[in-house]
């Protein structure tokens, strides 16, 4: 029988490594499997340092939405995502790759 492993991450909006003219109003992560999580488990970081920002999930699309709570300036940002999401199914670790 089939047995679901750890969530993975299927999708990052904006892409990885993409390049927008303007600053975006919310970053998403989307999961392979349901997912436990809570704003702790992410950082958004830029030119200034950390970007304090609000966090959502949408079970039903397996979707977290992290919304900066000012408008981004100008520059190179990073989202890390920490291993401690659990799949809600198996109660396993976020598993590292990215499909």
């Given at each position: 029988?089939?047995?679901?492993g750890?969530a ?14 303007s ?5 998403q992560?989307?999961?392979s499997?349901?997912?436990s ?7 958004i ?7 304090p ?20 300036a ?9 291993s401690t ?7 396993l670790?976020l ?5």
């Open positions: 029988a089939y047995v679901n750890p993975k991450i299927l999708a990052a909006l904006p892409g990885i490594g993409s390049s927008n003219s600053a975006p109003a919310n970053v992560v989307v999961f499997e349901a997912v999580t809570t704003a702790g488990a992410f950082t970081t830029g030119p200034s340092g950390n970007v920002f609000s966090h959502a999930y949408n079970a039903g699309t397996r979707t977290a939405t992290l919304t900066p709570t000012s408008p981004l100008a520059g190179t940002y990073t989202v890390n995502v920490a999401i659990t799949t809600v199914a198996s109660g670790a598993d590292g790759e990215i499909t």
